[in-house]
T-cell receptor, first 114, second 109 residues
Framework: DTAVSQTPKYLVTQMGNDKSIKCEQN?????MYWYKQDSKKFLKIMFS???????INETVPNRFSPKSPDKAHLNLHINSLELGDSAVYFC?????????????FGEGSRLTVL | GQNIDQPTEMTATEGAIVQINCTYQ??????LFWYQQHAGEAPTFLSY??LDGLEEKGRFSSFLSRSKGYSYLLLKELQMKDSASYLC??????????WGAGTKLIIKP
């Protein structure tokens, strides 16, 4: 069974559209994250939720809105997509948000905005 | 500001040993992680150091010196499958992970 799964894995869309990426973890972890990895391979934290509560909200345009219906799910909705949003978006989870817990990453969702 | 530095790219020969360095400047320290990321795949956890010294795990070892703000990942008996990017990340005093840009390791036969 996949520990952290995200869908879709590939997404190609036009500028101005709205799209969502879903993420689910079956590890029983309390904390989930969204990361953006651009063409330069830098992993940038976008959001972090602990038990459905937002705990990290980095400087991200408000076109990006995360939603956590329960602690096993963290979805990312993006409005009015721009060319610069093209990247790979990784969902991840950890046991909690403090300490040595390693991150478990999903396989990534490659978003291409045309 | 917070900063993680590691070389952009390194090349090594199959069967050899390579050391990937990472230096950091962060607001506090709650541990340093190394992750491996193959092209087109997700990062996977390799090691975690919070105390000074060397942690060995099979062919991979990770070293930490907190006073120097320095870590390295040592890979022995290199195999072609070790070709990947290696990401250094530090957890700061707020338990936020600060990531380096990664070191792309190329293994040649």
């Amino acid at each position: 069974d996949t520990a952290v799964s995200q869908t879709p894995k590939y997404l190609v869309t036009q500028m101005g559209n709205d799209k969502s990426i879903k993420c689910e973890q079956n590890l029983g972890h309390d904390t989930m994250y969204w990361y953006k990895q651009d063409s330069k391979k830098f992993l940038k934290i976008m959001f972090s939720y602990n038990n459905k509560e937002l705990i990290i909200n980095e400087t991200v345009p408000n076109r990006f809105s995360p939603k956590s219906p329960d602690k096993a799910h963290l979805n990312l909705h993006i409005n009015s997509l721009e060319l610069g949003d093209s990247a790979v978006y990784f969902c991840a989870s950890s046991h909690d948000n403090q300490g040595a817990g390693e991150l478990f990453f999903g396989e990534g969702s490659r978003l291409t905005v045309l | 500001g917070q900063n993680i530095d590691q070389p952009t790219e390194m090349t090594a020969t199959e069967g050899a040993i390579v050391q990937i360095n990472c230096t950091y400047q962060t607001s506090g320290f709650n541990g340093l992680f190394w992750y491996q990321q193959h092209a087109g795949e997700a990062p996977t956890f390799l090691s975690y150091n919070v105390l000074d010294g060397l942690e060995e795990k099979g062919r991979f070892s990770s070293f930490l010196s907190r006073s120097k703000g320095y870590s390295y990942l040592l890979l022995k008996e290199l195999q072609m499958k070790d070709s990947a990017s290696y990401l250094c990340a530090v957890m700061d005093s707020n338990y936020q992970l600060i990531w380096g840009a990664g070191t792309k390791l190329i293994i040649k036969p």
